[in-house]
């Protein structure tokens, strides 16, 4: 397949596990000067899972990702997809630039839209889940993306899935609506590939517990394989600390993006919900799980919590 023109240049992922902040972290990030309010759009995630696995080709996946974007956002310019649904993390009423995106929908399009979004240096977010793994295919398409990477407690993160049925919906629920692979027993998510024999004979919180495991796995090395310039472009930070001290975060943030932070974040604050660090809760979180897992699952979550700890919650 031959490679479009591009359209879309200034891209930023804002990815991480399910159930890990990113629809919180996106409403945030509109709060930065000349930034688009986040999207959500899973094809490009799912094309690269499927690349990953083999199952289509990484040029056939990486025309379809540019294609799409493109569209994506030239659509989204001139007014289209556009979440009015009040109560979703996306729609546009959680946006102090809400008039804006109004406006767009009596604008011309064509070639003024294309000369707005090649010309006015926005960056345009995408939400993503768990590209880590494949996200030297992204970089390869878009060699200025940048990436946030949210990140999340696994005990916060186990505990979340299976309140959610992340244990036993993938293929099964048609509001899951992520690709699944064919396992022994039925569909299974793409991230257990490895282990996929073992899918259906594992206990729910079992399986949820192995997820963790393997998608940071998967992160990791993929991680290590990647070239320290776009090591760079990555920027991780936390749950818990943007949602409990998320000044610092939000600056830090500013320095990655180049872009200074605008007075409507404070309207964008106003609505978001900051806690007490949940350390506080997990007390009671690790007496359900522990009741429903494997002795071995939850001494791998345990080990799994301990690393996460030492890297990020020092103190």
């Known amino acids: ?20 902040g990113k629809m919180f972290l996106g409403n945030l990030v509109e709060g930065f000067e000349n930034v688009e309010k986040f ?55 959680n946006s102090p630039n809400v008039k804006d995106y109004l406006r767009r929908l009596f604008e011309e399009d064509g070639d003024p839209a294309v000369k707005f979004i090649q010309e006015s240096g926005r960056i345009f ?7 880590l793994p494949n996200i030297s295919m992204f970089f390869d398409i878009y060699p200025n993306l940048k990436v946030i990477e949210i990140e999340r407690n696994p005990i916060d993160l186990t505990y979340s899935w299976f309140q959610r049925g992340w244990g036993r919906r993938w293929g099964k629920d048609p509001k899951a609506f992520s690709v699944p692979i064919r396992g022994e027993g039925g569909p299974v998510p793409w991230f257990a590939f490895k ?26 090395e993929s991680l290590e394989k990647l070239a320290d310039k776009r090591r760079k472009r990555i920027h991780f930070l936390t749950y818990e600390a943007l949602s409990t001290k998320p000044e610092p975060e939000l600056e830090k943030i500013s320095d990655f993006l180049g872009r200074k932070i605008v007075p409507e974040m404070k309207a964008i604050m106003s609505r978001e919900r900051f806690i007490p660090h949940p350390r506080g809760e997990r007390d009671e979180k690790m007496k359900v799980i522990k009741e429903k897992a494997s002795e071995e699952s939850y001494s791998k979550l345990l080990k799994l919590n301990e690393e996460y700890e030492e890297r990020w919650e020092k103190g």
Not at 1 to 14: G, H, P, S, T, Y
């Open 195 to 220: 282990w996929r024999e073992d899918y259906e004979k594992t206990p729910e919180m079992d399986r949820i517990i192995r997820s963790m495991e393997s998608l940071k796995e998967m992160r990791e």
């Open 1 to 20: 397949m031959a490679e479009k023109a591009r359209l879309v240049e200034n891209l930023v992922f804002i990815d991480g596990c399910t159930r890990a």
């Open 125 to 131: 977010p995408f939400a993503m889940h768990e590209i």
């Open 39 to 93: 999207l959500y759009f899973s094809l490009p995630e799912q094309l690269s899972y499927i690349n990953q696995l083999g199952l289509v080709s990484k040029e056939t996946a990486k025309a379809l990702i540019l294609s799409h974007i493109d569209n994506f956002v030239y659509n989204r310019v001139i007014g289209r997809n556009l979440n009015f649904r009040f109560g979703d993390k996306s729609a546009i009423s």
